[in-house]
DNA sequence: GTGGTCTAGACCACG
DNA sequence: GTGGTCTAGACCACC
């Protein structure tokens, strides 16, 4: 399902929310359905139960997933969070674009990847 | 000069590199310009001398700065790191666009905001 | 006629309880009305007989409903709860009281509250 | 500093979350002063460092203090939680106000107990 | 079997 | 010495 990279140097359970986050922003993991338990995804990633019990716990403060008791833990329903995923990515083109405004690099070369990125992902 | 935030959980020769860098790049510092000694930094912000130095070898490696032993620490011209800078920016560019392609925001709302800094930044 | 949620980290028999405690105090449920058995309750929510089993228990420990063996379970007279519940919740109104009064919140917002509140439900 | 009761039955780092906020909160604790290490607090508290480790980090992510690595925990400005304290405390407010409305407890009986609060605590 | 909490003990990064 | 991460192993509540 997902792969720990021994070589990124963020905490382990870092790295798993951000994978999870991932899956299911894209939408591989549908809304409802169950992730692995805590132990099974451990024994899976050959790391410690709490380390995934951490990852779950973050992602649903989050709002990504929700957890129920004795059953397992389940993929959220976007309303809970796309609008706050999206505010966060706004925030970060915000920036990065003041970035490259102060590198004297033209709107129209910007435009131009938008316009290549944009119909690269319709296909 | 700079200031360090102690609520930044990075390391803090990260921080003074990275602020560092931002002077450089904006062009608050001159090309050739010397840069505060490692010492007198190191008082400024009342952190270790040898956070400095760390820092400014790794902005020496990234090319923006250049050291004249036993003269101090100057800026580099910016034909050292510009094409660099840009080409990190654009890919990380690249990136958050691909990510909010994800979460379907249209080129439209993208293109207002470029123009909304890019003309707020001529003032 | 009650719904669990899922989301809801309680456990899910303290969930039964307040749902059912909520109707009756609100008047949904009238006294001396019978509620649905046990069996079908638990078929409805598609939960465990036992979770309904034990909300009924505590239910009938505090006075809201009673039960009648072989003939199911009613909704109590409120001369049974209706002081607790006045003193429970007029405890909890001092409590939050004096934290609202910790974070220098003015006597004319609260009332100002108090109004609106009163005048919606008034409708 | 503070106590744990083992008759509560919620998990540890709640109540030491719970109780160290109150202390901030009322202003036993000034902004910027410093809080027990981690360890010291577990010793003193005689529970296992994690459990405080994880109150700490909690206290953290809900900006009620701030971490420094290798120098220790620090109260963070109020500016970072009176808004959201003040927030969920409303909130709070409004939902047992509808609660005590149902119960037909009158708007004149709520105010004379507000004055009786606000009095008190002014001495 | 599921998640949740707690302990004990280890190692690391930082200053 | 400080916080941060991770492991191993235990026990609990809920279903």
Do not use: H
């Not at 451990?42 to 951490?54: F, K, M, W």
């Not at 706004?90 to 970035?99: A, G, R, S, T, V």
């Not at 709107?107 to 119909?119: A, R, T, V």
């Amino acid at each position: 399902m997902i792969q720990i990279d021994y070589q990124d140097k963020r905490p382990l359970y870092e790295q798993v929310i951000e994978k999870l986050q991932n899956l299911i922003v894209i939408g591989v993991l549908d809304i409802d359905s169950k992730l692995p338990s805590v132990r099974n995804l451990a024994i899976d990633l050959s790391i410690n139960p709490n380390t995934i019990q951490r990852a779950y716990q973050e992602l649903e403060r989050m709002g990504f997933i929700y957890t129920v008791k004795g059953r397992g833990n389940f993929v959220a329903s976007d309303t809970q969070w796309r609008n706050t995923e999206k505010d966060n990515k706004l925030k970060d083109f915000k920036e990065i674009l003041n970035q490259l405004n102060r590198l004297s690099i033209s709107k129209e070369e910007l435009c131009d990847i938008i316009e290549e990125i944009y119909s690269k992902e319709e296909i």
